[in-house]
T-cell receptor, first 115, second 113 residues
Framework: AQSVTQPDIHITVSEGASLELRCNYS??????LFWYVQSPGQGLQLLLK??????LVQGIKGFEAEFKRSQSSFNLRKPSVHWSDAAEYFC?????????????FGSGTRLQVQP | DAMVIQNPRYQVTQFGKPVTLSCSQT?????MYWYQQKSSQAPKLLFH???????NEADTPDNFQSRRPNTSFCFLDIRSPGLGDAAMYLC????????????FGPGTRLTVL
C-alpha cells in the first residue's frame, strides 16, 4: 500500500522568502502525485499534479514541484511567498493500475507567513 | 461555474441524533467521495461511489452510511453521532477515479453536543 510522509508539521517563512515543503512517498511503482492547499475552514484546492513526463511540474499561484524518483520525493516550491499563501498544504499519492480510486494524503504542513 | 456544493456549511447535532450531510455536483463526474477530517489531520476517506457502485473503506464505522440517488447528489448519514464524530466532512468528485484529480467541496463542519 502507498503512503505519504510530510516531515514538517509547521513552517514559518517571511513574506518574499522562498519556500520548500517536503513530501516523501512510498509506492512500488511510479505514482500519481498531487499537492493540495487548504485555507482555514475551506475545502482542498489542487495546486498541481504529476502523472508522467517532465518531472518539474508547474501549478497555480506560482507553485512548482519536482518529482525525484531516486529520492521518492515530490517537494513543493515557490520562489517568493505571499501572505495569502498561509494555509495547510497536503501532498497526496494515487496508485496506478490497482483499481483503487482513492488518494492517500500526508498529514499536512501548516505554513505561516510573517510580514 | 461547475462545482461541488456542500450543505449545510455548519451543522450542529446532539449526541445520538441522526444527521444527514448533503453534497451535490455540477461536474457530471462518475465518482463521489466522502472524507472525514479532524483538526490538524489529513482527510480520511470514509467511502466512495463509482456511479452506483458503493465502496466502503475497511475501517469506516457502521455508524456512517451513504446514499447516491443520482449522479449529482450524494448524502452522508450519521446514524448515532458521538462526540468523536465532530469533524469537517469533505465531499469530492473525480471523472473516473483511477487517481484522477479530485475536486473538493468547501466542507461541512459538524459539531456534536
Amino acid at each position: 500500500a502507498q503512503s505519504v510522509t510530510q516531515p514538517d508539521i509547521h513552517i514559518t517563512v517571511s513574506e518574499g522568502a522562498s519556500l520548500e515543503l517536503r513530501c516523501n512517498y512510498s509506492y512500488g511503482a511510479t505514482p500519481y502525485l498531487f499537492w493540495y492547499v487548504q485555507s482555514p475552514g475551506q475545502g482542498l484546492q489542487l495546486l498541481l499534479k504529476y502523472f508522467s513526463g517532465d518531472t518539474l511540474v508547474q501549478g497555480i499561484k506560482g507553485f512548482e514541484a519536482e518529482f525525484k524518483r531516486s529520492q521518492s520525493s515530490f517537494n513543493l516550491r515557490k520562489p517568493s511567498v505571499h501572505w495569502s499563501d498561509a494555509a495547510e498544504y497536503f501532498c497526496a499519492v494515487g496508485a496506478r493500475d490497482t483499481g483503487r480510486r482513492a488518494l492517500t494524503f500526508g498529514s499536512g504542513t501548516r505554513l505561516q507567513v510573517q510580514p | 461555474d461547475a462545482m461541488v456544493i456542500q450543505n449545510p456549511r455548519y451543522q450542529v447535532t446532539q449526541f445520538g441524533k441522526p444527521v444527514t450531510l448533503s453534497c451535490s455536483q455540477t461536474l457530471n463526474h462518475n465518482v463521489m467521495y466522502w472524507y472525514q477530517q479532524k483538526s490538524s489531520q489529513a482527510p480520511k476517506l470514509l467511502f466512495h461511489y463509482y456511479d452506483k457502485d458503493f465502496n466502503n473503506e475497511a475501517d469506516t464505522p457502521d455508524n456512517f452510511q451513504s446514499r447516491r440517488p443520482n449522479t449529482s447528489f450524494c448524502f452522508l448519514d450519521i446514524r448515532s453521532p458521538g462526540l468523536g464524530d465532530a469533524a469537517m466532512y469533505l465531499c469530492a468528485t473525480s471523472p473516473t477515479g483511477d487517481s484522477d484529480t479530485q475536486y473538493f467541496g468547501p466542507g461541512t463542519r459538524l459539531t456534536v453536543l
